[in-house]
């Protein structure tokens, strides 16, 4: 009878660590989804935004990088750069010339450059450096399907043009026209939203990227213009 009180509790005690052990896994996992920096003030301005769920394959910011709320337009930023600056050109690119680039090519006819690198690195994805965690810049095939896959509504918000995005699932998010940057001017503020991704498109010429502009009374579309120019970038949790 002791004895087998005895295999009882060391039975009991095995499946209680395994128990414990099992639910420290899980909270672990769980840790890798919370977005711990949401709110927290970033050096190149605004704050850290938080997670939207739309129902698509991956989870969207509720704000631009570089803002401090959904109808703040944040910062401009160019493919492969991780701040902001006072002039979009070629000549303060990071990564060379548009005859002459260090990185990220884009010709077919010379895949050598930048070792034919046509997605941003971790390291250049201004998303992930400033924001941390599991942020980064979207790809095009997440910017295509939020554009196929959801609802937009040209609306404002406290004043600000832009368009509501509602996601199968209900859920919604606001990204204001906030135009692009080209030199030290501002275009098409109130007007387009212009958001950057992280694929480079197609093989076309080295100053062409990729990024998805939307108009008043215009449907989502493609576009294509000089790299050099900054845009906004909504980020996306992985």
């Known amino acids: 009878m002791t004895h ?6 060391a039975t009991a005690a095995i499946l209680s660590v395994a128990s414990i052990s099992c ?4 909270d672990d996992s769980k840790q890798e989804e919370v977005n711990t920096n949401a709110g927290k003030a970033v ?3 605004g704050t850290v935004g938080d997670i ?3 129902g698509l ?3 969207w910011a509720n704000q631009n990088l ?3 709320s959904e109808e703040d337009f944040g910062k401009y930023f160019v493919f492969g750069e991780t701040e902001p600056k006072a002039n979009y050109t070629w000549a303060t690119y990071k ?4 005859d002459a680039l260090t990185k990220y090519q884009l010709s077919s006819i010379d895949s050598s450059v930048g070792n034919g690198l046509r997605t941003l690195e971790l390291s250049d994805d201004a998303a992930r450096v400033n924001w941390g965690g599991k942020w980064r810049t979207p790809t095009q095939n997440e910017i295509i399907e939020l554009i196929e896959k959801t609802t937009w509504t040209w609306k404002k918000v406290n004043g600000v043009n832009g368009h509501e995005i509602v996601g199968p699932n209900g859920n919604s998010i606001f990204i204001p026209a906030a135009g692009y940057q080209n030199g030290t001017e501002t275009y098409s503020v109130g007007t387009k939203i212009i958001l950057l991704s992280s694929t480079l498109f197609g093989w076309t010429t080295y100053d062409d990227i990729e990024y998805v ?3 008043s009374g215009f449907a989502p579309q493609w576009s294509l213009n000089d790299r050099q120019w900054g845009r906004t970038i909504r980020p996306v949790w992985e």
Request: glycine share 14%; hydrophobic share 40%.
């Open 4 to 9: 087998n009180k005895i295999y009882l509790l």
């Open 23 to 26: 639910s420290k896994d899980d």
């Open 43 to 45: 050096a190149i301005g």
């Open 52 to 54: 939207v769920d739309l």
């Open 57 to 59: 394959s991956v989870k």
């Open 66 to 68: 570089g803002a401090s």
């Open 95 to 98: 990564w060379g010339q548009a």
């Open 213 to 215: 502009s939307i108009g």
